[in-house]
DNA sequence: ATCCTGGCATTTTTT
DNA sequence: ATGCCAGGAT
């Protein structure tokens, strides 16, 4: 591996905690894999460091690479997102973390829950913030380390009533929490710092076992995982990469302080820097460098490519999502045409749901893709159908599953499942509820049949799911009209479970680490276009990329409209978007408004007459090669108690 | 009282 | 593709 000068200043850095500003493709994740190598082979014992990023997919890309640079010995460095890291303690030493028997639970799971709270408490208020919203509102409270009432009341406009209200309804939600033995995503995070700002013998335990610390995506952290960071380290010290112009977090409380105030933070630190861009050719470097000197907060960021020039970007207006997806696949076919491959081609799309007129267009034309951020197998109806009744199994007290795995019977709603469940909470092992369920459900024997046989298959999970498939195939099948597309993922539930030991570990496995649909099935094949959301796309590169939506009401996306903060993370979720070409950047997007559809919130500043900021309204004509003059003819317009029980209150620091 | 079906509206980003 | 609600069926 060739390094320039300042990289390999970073990958021998010497001395204490260290922070390197590095932008868009200086060839950041080379520089932490070559880190790595070079710390290996200074003897560093490969389980003594400890890789930690943001995303999952950083998380692979890290180990792939690393394991072509050093082989086996890659598999024994410790490398994952933060969920995952903490989640291995977590599961290491249950009691240390008081988390016996829990199980996680993802978004949807979360809402539902944070649903039946919001019933329980207001009842029907349509002006009340909706599930979501309070599910946000937690989240974001807890990972920025603050009272849920001190954020609520700094950073929303709610009255003292409502606030009151709303914090019934997260207690609500906790309580829930705790019955049904669940832990949400946050809460991953949040037991294992508590634990480890409480107690000192855990957190001198973990400690111990690392030498150096080295974390990805630095922007992107949270105050929560800063307090994780800062409890590990020292001995350890910290090797933390980042660049606060690619921050586009901000939304589950990713604090760039982490990165500006890291040296004010570590006395002693050093912060080096990255350049030099590898990655872009000069004229699509140039588009983002324009982008963002055109925000009011100067980065003082100028990419510079080191390949020199190449072709201009294209920005191309179009009528439709129609339009646009008969364009981009047009241009694909006639690349592949040309001798391309597949597997350079990049369509980076705001929002998931953006990208689904062009998926259709890929699926016409035959085109292999597959879809990063998509729908998760694990989250499709049938497949939760099914899973529920494993999750029962593994977990009595998974009242949600309970639900959902009893009303798929005929006759079965939901006033007969709660009353159900609270009979099956009230016996004292699963052979009573076994008998409970024959007795009470003597219509349907095998709902009975069905829960005794896997909780007897807890530690085969392929059995099981075969067990779960023969009993409820035929209501399924019922069920859903198109079940033909979906009895197929079945069988790859079958094969993803024999590699796992227990039923809790497959679940917990995929509850965490959700593979999509088009990822799953077509695994074995890897010429392929790739879709993809631009926040999941941070990190990677392709020679072509295709920008699609790019147009107002997207960037900035109009949810986001008014807050100055939020608008310029908009703005960094474009550039991110654009730093990600290689060789060819395409930009489409729908400029005009043909009495298209309009999303309700736009219809609103639309009626008043507000104009729709858009980032490239006056982007300059040489910088790319465009169909219209867009310029000119703009129509748009301290300690706790041990046994305290709080799960949400902020963690006080050890060190102060 | 409870369940079921069909029509209508909605869809940010991730762990 | 899924969630929500209203109104008919059991």
Same mark, same amino acid.
């Given at each position: ?28 994740? @080379? ?93 029907? !208020? ?5 599930? +979501? ?5 937690? @989240? ?35 309580? *829930? ?16 710092? /508590?634990?480890?700002?409480? *107690? ?34 020292? $001995? ?41 861009? #590898? ?27 080191? /390949? ?61 893709? *597959? ?56 016996? $004292? ?68 479970? *024999? ?10 496995? #995929? ?15 890897? !010429? ?14 392709? $020679? ?10 997207? #960037? $900035?996306? @109009? ?15 474009? #550039?991110? +978007? ?39 309204? !006056? ?38």
């Amino acid at each position: 591996m060739q390094f320039n000068a300042q990289q390999q200043r970073a990958v021998e850095f010497d001395g204490g905690h260290v922070l390197v500003l590095a932008g868009a493709g200086t060839g950041k994740t @080379s520089t932490i894999v070559g880190r790595v190598v070079h710390l290996l082979e200074q003897g560093v014992d490969p389980r003594r460091i400890l890789l930690l990023t943001f995303t999952r997919r950083a998380a692979r890309e890290m180990r792939h690479r690393l394991g072509q640079q050093v082989g086996p010995t890659a598999k024994k460095v410790p490398a994952g997102t933060f969920h995952n890291f903490c989640l291995q303690y977590l599961r290491r030493w249950p009691d240390l973390f008081d988390c016996q028997g829990l199980s996680i639970i993802d978004r949807d799971d979360q809402l539902q829950l944070m649903k039946l709270a919001r019933g329980t408490v207001i009842g029907k !208020d349509a002006r009340f913030p909706k599930a +979501a919203e309070l599910a946000n509102y937690y @989240s974001y409270a807890r990972n920025t380390n603050r009272r849920l009432q001190e954020y609520l009341k700094r950073f929303t406009d709610h009255s003292e009533e409502i606030i009151q209200l709303i914090e019934n309804v997260i207690d609500d939600y906790s309580k *829930r929490k705790r019955d049904c033995r669940y832990f949400d995503y946050d809460d991953i995070l949040y037991i294992f710092a /508590r634990q480890m700002h409480r *107690r000192k013998s855990l957190r001198e335990k973990i400690q111990k076992r690392y030498d150096h610390l080295l974390v990805d995506e630095m922007q992107d952290t949270n105050p929560l995982q800063w307090m994780i960071l800062d409890a590990m380290r020292d $001995p350890a010290k910290l090797f933390c990469v980042g660049d606060d112009a690619q921050s586009i977090y901000a939304f589950r409380g990713a604090d760039f302080r982490n990165v500006h105030g890291f040296a004010d933070r570590l006395p002693g630190a050093s912060t080096l820097k990255l350049e030099e861009n #590898y990655r872009s050719t000069q004229e699509i470097l140039d588009v983002a460098n324009w982008l963002l000197d055109q925000s009011p907060l100067g980065y003082e960021k100028k990419l510079h490519a080191a /390949r020199g020039n190449g072709e201009k970007p294209i920005w191309l207006q179009v009528d439709d999502e129609q339009d646009e997806a008969t364009t981009v696949v047009e241009d694909l076919l006639e690349r592949r045409d040309g001798g391309a491959n597949w597997r350079d081609h990049m369509i980076l799309t705001r929002t998931a749901w953006a990208a689904r007129t062009v998926e259709a267009g890929l699926i016409q034309e035959d085109i292999p893709y *597959r879809f990063v951020g998509g729908t998760a197998l694990m989250q499709s109806a049938h497949i939760k159908d099914l899973i529920s009744l494993l999750r029962v199994a593994d977990n009595r007290s998974d009242q949600l599953a309970w639900i959902r795995f009893l009303t798929l019977w005929p006759r079965v709603g939901e006033k007969t499942a709660a009353s159900a469940i609270l009979e099956v909470f009230k016996q $004292p092992n699963t052979d009573a509820i076994s008998e409970r369920l024959q007795n009470r459900f003597g219509a349907n024997p095998r709902l009975g049949e069905a829960y005794q046989q896997c909780v007897g298959l807890l530690d085969a999970p392929a059995k099981a799911i075969e067990v779960a498939i023969e009993k409820l195939e035929p209501l399924l099948e019922k069920k859903f009209d198109d079940w033909d597309r979906r009895s197929k993922d079945f069988k790859l539930l079958k094969k993803l479970a *024999r590699d796992h030991a227990t039923v809790g570990e497959f679940l917990e496995t #995929y509850t965490l680490d959700p593979i999509s649909e088009s990822e799953a099935s077509q695994e074995e094949q890897d !010429d392929l276009v790739t879709l993809i959301t631009v926040h999941s796309a941070k990190g990677t590169e392709a $020679p072509v990329c295709y920008l699609i939506g790019v147009q107002p009401g997207n #960037y $900035p996306h @109009s949810r986001n409209n008014g807050d100055e903060d939020q608008i310029e993370e908009e703005r960094r979720v474009l #550039y991110v +978007a654009m730093t990600r070409a290689k060789d060819s950047m395409m930009i489409t997007g729908k400029v005009r408004s043909h009495g298209a559809y309009t999303p309700y919130y736009n219809q609103k500043s639309l009626d008043s007459g507000t104009e729709i900021p858009f980032f490239l309204t !006056d982007i300059p004509n040489a910088l790319v090669e465009s169909d219209c003059q867009y310029g000119a003819t703009n129509e748009f317009g301290d300690e706790l108690t041990e046994d305290d029980d709080d799960w949400s209150g902020p963690i006080m620091s050890f060190r102060d």
